[in-house]
C-alpha cells in the first residue's frame, strides 16, 4: 500500500513539473514537411545572396524576421546555421560593402540583433559571428550621438538622434507638424538597443551607460506620444502626420484622375508602418530586468492594447464579397488613400482602400503573441495559392525600386515565399518576454 502511494505521489509530480515548465522544454515539435518544401526554395536561396547591399537591403529585414524566429522557436537547426552563415558572410563584408541609407541600415541591423537575441535566448549564442556584437554596438552608438542627425526643416543636429529627440520631445510647436514625428529610424534604434542591453545581461556583463540612456528615451517617447482610448485600444501620436504629404489624401475613399488632397484631423499611423510595432515592444519589454519590471509590465499592456486596437479597428474578416482578411489603412479604422503621388509609385497612384493589406503577408502580426492572430495566419495558409482577386489586393500599386527576385512583385505570391512565412506565423509558439 506503501510503495503504491508513494508511486501515486511521484507521477502526480512529475505530472505537475511538466505541465508547468515552460513552452520551450516541452513544446518541441517537428516542423512539416511542406515548411521544409518552401524553405527550400526560398529562404535557402536568398540568404546565399548578399542582402545587406543596395536594392536587396530593404526588403531582408521584413521578409526574414519570421522565419528568423522560426527557426529558434522551432528549434530547426540547419535553420539556424543557413543564418549565422549568412550573417558571417555579413561581418566579412562589412562596411566596404552595405547599402547606403540609414532606414535601411537600420531594418537589417534589427534582423542582426534579433538573431544574436534569439540565439541567446535559446541557449545557442555559439551561433554568433565573433565580430557581429561590436559591429552592432559601434553603430548604434554612433547613430546616437557620434554623426549629425537629419531633421525637416532645419540643418542636421550635430549631437545624433539622442539631439534629435530631445528637441522632439520637448518642442511643443514646430511650422509642420510632422517636424516633431517620432519616426522609424528612432523606433528601430531603440529596439536594437533592446536587444543589445538583453545580450549583454544574458552574457553576465555590463550594460553601457548610452544604452540605459537609449532605453530611457525610449520610455519618455511611449509615455509621451500614446493616446489610451476607452474600449482599451490605442494610438501612437496621433496629428502629428497631419500635414504630410503621404497622408494629404487620407480623407480619399476612391482612386481616380485629378484627385485633390483631403487630409484628416489628428490622423492615425498607417497599419503598414505599425506592423513592426509588436516586436518592437516585444524587445523593449525583455530588456527591463529590474525587480518590479514597470517598463517591462507597460510594454506588454502595449503590446496587449494593440491587439485589441488591430482586432477592432483594423483587420476585417472574410465576407460573401471578399473571402479573404483585409486590413483598413489607418490604426484608427480610417481606410482613406496612402501615398498618393509617392515617388515609388508614381504619379497618380497610391494605395487605395485596403491595399496596404498585403503588409498581412509578411507575419510580423504573430508578435501580438495571441492565440487569435495565430489563427488568422493559419486562415491565410488554407487560401493558397491566393485567388487571384486577393492576390491583386494585396500587391496593391507595387513599388518600382530595386527588389531581390525572390521578393519582387509577383514572385513572393507564386514561388511560395508568401505562403512560408504565413506558414511559420500561425505555428510559432508564444515565447516569454
Not at 480623407?251 to 506592423?275: F, I, N, R, Y
Amino acid at each position: 500500500m506503501f510503495s503504491r502511494l508513494k508511486i501515486s505521489c511521484l507521477i502526480a509530480a512529475i505530472f505537475f513539473l511538466v505541465s508547468c515548465a515552460p513552452p520551450s522544454l516541452w513544446n518541441v515539435r517537428d516542423s512539416s514537411r511542406r515548411e521544409h518544401q518552401l524553405w527550400k526554395k526560398t529562404v535557402e536561396p536568398y540568404l546565399q545572396v548578399p542582402l545587406w547591399r543596395t536594392g536587396y537591403i530593404y526588403d531582408a529585414g521584413h521578409f526574414l524576421m519570421v522565419p528568423l524566429h522560426a527557426a529558434f522557436q522551432l528549434k530547426e537547426l540547419s535553420w539556424q546555421r543557413q543564418f549565422s552563415s549568412h550573417f558571417g558572410r555579413f561581418a566579412e563584408a562589412y562596411p566596404r560593402e552595405i547599402a547606403a541609407g540609414r532606414l535601411n541600415r537600420l531594418q537589417y541591423f534589427y534582423l542582426l540583433s534579433r538573431f544574436m537575441s534569439l540565439a541567446w535566448q535559446t541557449g545557442n549564442h555559439h551561433l554568433i559571428p565573433p565580430a557581429l556584437p561590436d559591429i552592432v554596438l559601434e553603430k548604434i552608438q554612433r547613430l546616437w550621438s557620434g554623426e549629425p542627425a537629419w531633421q525637416w526643416g532645419r540643418p542636421p543636429f550635430p549631437g545624433g538622434m539622442r539631439e534629435r529627440l530631445s528637441w522632439k520631445l520637448w518642442q511643443k510647436t514646430s511650422r509642420r507638424s510632422y517636424y516633431r514625428a517620432i519616426i522609424d529610424e528612432e523606433l528601430y534604434l531603440f529596439a536594437i538597443a533592446a536587444d543589445v542591453c538583453f545580450c549583454r545581461r544574458m552574457q553576465g556583463g555590463c550594460v553601457p551607460a548610452f544604452i540605459n540612456e537609449i532605453l530611457g528615451v525610449a520610455y519618455e517617447v511611449f509615455q509621451q506620444r500614446v493616446k489610451w482610448l476607452p474600449d482599451g485600444g490605442w494610438l501612437f501620436q496621433t496629428g502629428v502626420w497631419d500635414d504630410y504629404p503621404d497622408y494629404a489624401y487620407a480623407g480619399c475613399l476612391e482612386k481616380k484622375k485629378e484627385l485633390q488632397p483631403s487630409t484628416v484631423h489628428d490622423v492615425a499611423t498607417d497599419s503598414s508602418h505599425s506592423h513592426r510595432f509588436p516586436l518592437w515592444l516585444s524587445s523593449l519589454a525583455a530588456a527591463d530586468s529590474s525587480s518590479a519590471g514597470s517598463r517591462k509590465n507597460y510594454y506588454v499592456k502595449l503590446r496587449q492594447g494593440m491587439a485589441r486596437q488591430f482586432f477592432l479597428k483594423v483587420l476585417l474578416p472574410p465576407t460573401a464579397e471578399f473571402p479573404a482578411f483585409r486590413l483598413n489603412n489607418y490604426m484608427d479604422g480610417g481606410n482613406g488613400i496612402f501615398r498618393w503621388n509617392y515617388p515609388t509609385q508614381g504619379a497618380g497612384r497610391g494605395y487605395g482602400p485596403y491595399e496596404l493589406s498585403g503588409t498581412l503577408l509578411l507575419g510580423w502580426w504573430t508578435f501580438l503573441q495571441t492565440a487569435e492572430i495565430r489563427d488568422v495566419y493559419r486562415d491565410i495558409v488554407r487560401q493558397f495559392p491566393l485567388p487571384a482577386a486577393v492576390a491583386a489586393l494585396y500587391l496593391g500599386p507595387d513599388t518600382n525600386r530595386q527588389r531581390e527576385r525572390l521578393v519582387k512583385g509577383e514572385n513572393p505570391y507564386r514561388n511560395g515565399f508568401y505562403e512560408l512565412i504565413c506558414l511559420l506565423a500561425g505555428t510559432l509558439p508564444r515565447y516569454d518576454d
